[in-house]
């Protein structure tokens, strides 16, 4: 509905897309946010700030008023997105052999704090994305195989800008997280430059560009087979104290 506010609509996350058990996928909901904000459009980056952890199977009320969109649940403010001027630098390109072949050195295998998450957990085919980012030889990223399922479509069978940013989401965790360590995704910022195919196989790519204290940074990307950029973010993910 329209009020005076601006744009407003009452949403809920079901349990398909959780992170940490109870909570939403950090990508997910992020993603979810952006496009409230900015629709189909892909001329511009958006940055988003995950306040609190949103639960699941939950009435929420998203608003979108100019160049800000945020998510509440009652008082909390849980998820805010404001558009940025800014190019997201990508990781570089790997080949999509190269990027499965490195899977098999994915730490979450050894040791997953959150095994159900949507993007990296350990679940059926279809169900979840099942990207395992591991180390890429030679390089300092890790990469994983994307086979996009097609069961991540929306009612008109287009992917989703939420299913895309869900992608982005956990590989920069996992290029700093050993075994069974983990952190929780604080602000995601992404550029969606051309749309996902259900069915088709993709490059995600990612690498750690810092710590400060509690606060691990890391960048990522999605590349078609020829080595086409889809899409980039950058991530910081807070350590829990």
Not at 129 to 134: A, K, M, T
Request: overall charge negative; glycine content about 12%; proline content about 6%.
């Amino acid at each position: 509905m329209t009020t005076a506010a601006g744009l407003q609509t009452v949403v809920t996350v079901p349990a398909r897309f959780r992170g940490p058990e109870g909570s939403a996928n950090g990508g997910w909901i992020a993603g979810t946010v952006s496009e409230a904000l900015h629709g189909a459009r892909h001329d511009s980056a958006v940055e988003v700030t995950l306040h609190a952890p949103t639960p699941l199977e939950t009435e929420l009320d998203l608003r979108q008023l100019a160049n800000t969109a945020t998510l509440t649940h009652g008082e909390n403010l849980l998820v805010e997105a404001i558009t940025v001027a800014e190019d997201i630098e990508a990781p570089a390109f790997a080949p999509f052999a190269e990027a499965a072949r490195a899977e098999r050195g994915f730490a979450g295998l050894k040791g997953h704090a959150f095994p159900g998450c949507f993007t990296c957990g350990l679940r059926e085919p279809g169900d979840g994305l099942r990207i395992f980012p591991g180390p890429l030889e030679g390089t300092d990223l890790v990469a994983a195989g994307w086979r996009v399922p097609m069961t991540v479509t929306d009612q008109d069978g287009v992917v989703p800008d939420a299913v895309v940013w869900s992608a982005l989401d956990c590989a920069t965790g996992w290029a700093h997280f050993a075994p069974g360590e983990f952190a929780l995704l604080g602000r995601l910022t992404a550029q969606v430059h051309r749309r996902v195919y259900p069915g088709g196989t993709y490059s995600v790519v990612a690498r750690a560009t810092g710590r400060e204290g509690r606060k691990l940074f890391g960048e990522s990307a999605i590349y078609e087979v020829d080595g086409t950029l889809v899409a980039a973010a950058k991530a910081t993910w807070i350590v829990p104290a």
